[in-house]
């Protein structure tokens, strides 16, 4: 098995729900032991803007600044 898994993610305002699945499955593969890591590409880059991350809400998930944040506490690196 693997140990390593790199989620890719290029949604962002357009799907927010879409977006926030990237960074939480990193965040849980990083609660299970994996390192890891987001790659966000085209759009997906626009997360990396805190005025943008902020108003971010997909459905039934905190803000996508929070998601970050908390991906990024626990260890899981974010590429842009």
Known sequence: MADYML???SYV??????AALVLA???AAR???YEAQVALLGDG???MKDDLAKHAKPH???PLSELIAEAVRKGVKIHC
Do not use: F
């Open 7 to 9: 989620y890719v993610g």
């Open 13 to 18: 305002m357009e799907d927010p729900y879409r």
């Open 25 to 27: 499955a990193a965040t």
């Open 31 to 33: 609660d299970k032991g």
């Open 45 to 47: 880059v626009l997360l």
């Open 60 to 62: 039934g998930r905190p």
